[in-house]
């Protein structure tokens, strides 16, 4: 037998003519494919912990399950740990940060005092991997998230605090962007809620909407920094009420001229993001998504290649939205090899979105046009056993990393010689 690598360019020849005989040009799949960045989220290498001297418990609506041992400890495994995982996912892609990781070396800096000067580190590091980074503003894990509230506390000294942080980051945004040269995302999550009905609807959201207004009160530079809200319905201490819900943010986003956030954990569970896409796109320039996997809630499971994520890369590709949607991956799973799943994560993200582009479209546009719904339900199922596998392994040789497989080696070698020592 040839080694793999010899026996998938073979394979992807008999593809690639196969994907011929149905209009599909895989050659155009794989180049458009090698230029979608996905924006990897920081916190699946930590578990959410952050690198603050304070070092404040999680909660807040955020849950992290498993013991699995060998998590990073400082920036720097951090930094380590994401090295390996992007040397097994194929194409280049973003890396995704959240406040509670700023370096401040002994001082200890409150959310309320931090500069771009405490990323300064990430930044030197991103620009050596030649990747943009992106970033979250932390609205919990601290002591200012009092009774479940920040931005919409009622008491106006906690609402300022939170106020400057979400000024402060979005500052830090502009910095990332303007040192990479790539428009960094600023994106903004709060976990108010309640727990239990409320007697109150209306005075949180108003108190929202001004601190919102307030947050995004200075014009940044779009070059280096746009903003994004990021709804949910509901979260753990906060099932019956959540300030910031979909309709909020959504008529927020479209009123104020930011991005809207879709997480694919944050609706009601037989509820896809999907559909939203084509639908907020209608009234927004560009939106961003935190693909996730809520297994029952939205509990962050590691993103498989479900039907959802298939119709979530078809809806980004076939709408023609590339350039409108910034792909981000939102989830943390301790119980697993963490390096294993961002790789895993990723990996599924990019692979999905090559479903899509390898996907007979003007064909199944033509049958439903003409109302030939027979052929469209046909071809759908036809698709899902063309030999997508082997133009993903082709992706994989010439993007140079691990044909299959066998990327699982590397991360159990780098667990052997690394990972096990913490
Ligand atoms: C929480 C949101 C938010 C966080 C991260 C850590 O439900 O999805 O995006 O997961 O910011
Ligand atoms: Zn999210």
Redesign the pocket.
């Known amino acids: 037998m040839p080694p793999l690598r010899q026996q998938a360019a073979t394979a992807y020849r008999l593809a690639r003519a196969r994907y011929a005989d149905l209009g599909v040009d895989a050659e155009r799949a794989l180049r458009v494919l090698a230029g979608i960045p996905i924006s990897i989220?920081c916190?699946q290498g930590d578990d959410?912990g952050g690198f603050e001297s304070s070092g404040g418990t999680l909660g807040d609506?955020?849950a992290v399950t498993g013991q699995y041992p060998g998590k990073a400890r400082t920036p720097a495994e951090l930094r380590a740990d994401f090295e390996q995982a992007l040397a097994l996912i194929p194409g280049r892609h973003r890396f995704n940060l959240?406040a509670s990781y700023a370096e401040t070396g002994r001082r200890k800096v409150d959310r309320d005092e931090l500069s771009v000067h405490h990323f300064r580190e990430w930044i030197a590091w991103a620009k050596t991997l030649k990747i943009g980074l992106d970033f979250?503003q932390t609205y919990f894990a601290h002591p200012n998230v009092q009774r479940g509230w920040t931005l919409t506390h009622p008491d106006r000294r906690i609402r300022r605090f939170w106020i400057d942080h979400g000024i402060r980051c979005r500052e830090i945004g502009a910095g990332m962007g303007r040192a990479l040269g790539t428009p960094c995302l600023a994106?903004l999550?709060i976990?108010d809620g309640m727990k239990d009905t409320p007697v109150d609807r209306k005075g949180p959201r108003e108190r929202l909407v001004e601190a919102l207004d307030a947050i995004f009160a200075k014009k940044l530079d779009p070059r280096h920094t746009v903003d994004s809200v990021?709804p949910?319905l509901f979260?753990i201490g906060a099932e019956s009420y959540t300030p910031g819900s979909h309709e909020f943010y959504l008529g927020y986003a479209v009123s104020r001229g930011v991005l809207l956030?879709l997480?694919a954990?944050?609706y009601h569970p037989t509820e896809g993001i999907a559909d939203k896409i084509s639908s907020v796109l209608c009234f927004l320039p560009e939106i961003a998504l935190?693909v996730?996997r809520g297994v029952r809630w939205?509990s962050?499971h590691v993103v498989t290649l479900t039907d959802d994520l298939a119709a979530i890369a078809q809806e980004i590709v076939w709408g023609k939205f590339l350039g409108r949607i910034r792909i981000g991956l939102?989830y943390?799973d301790a119980s697993i090899n963490r390096v294993a799943a961002w790789v895993i994560g990723t990996r599924n993200m990019v692979r999905a979105l090559l479903l899509a582009l390898l996907a007979p479209i003007e064909r199944l546009r033509a049958a439903e046009r003409a109302g030939d719904y027979t052929t469209r339900l046909a071809l759908q199922e036809e698709m899902k056993t063309l030999p997508f596998g082997a133009v993903w392994d082709e992706h994989c040789r010439r993007q140079d990393v691990p044909v299959g497989e066998a990327w699982l080696a590397e991360v159990q070698r780098y667990e052997r010689d690394v990972l096990a020592r913490r």
């Open positions: 989220h916190w959410v609506g955020l959240h979250n994106n999550w976990p990021e949910k979260g956030t997480d954990g944050h935190h996730s939205d962050d939102d943390f």
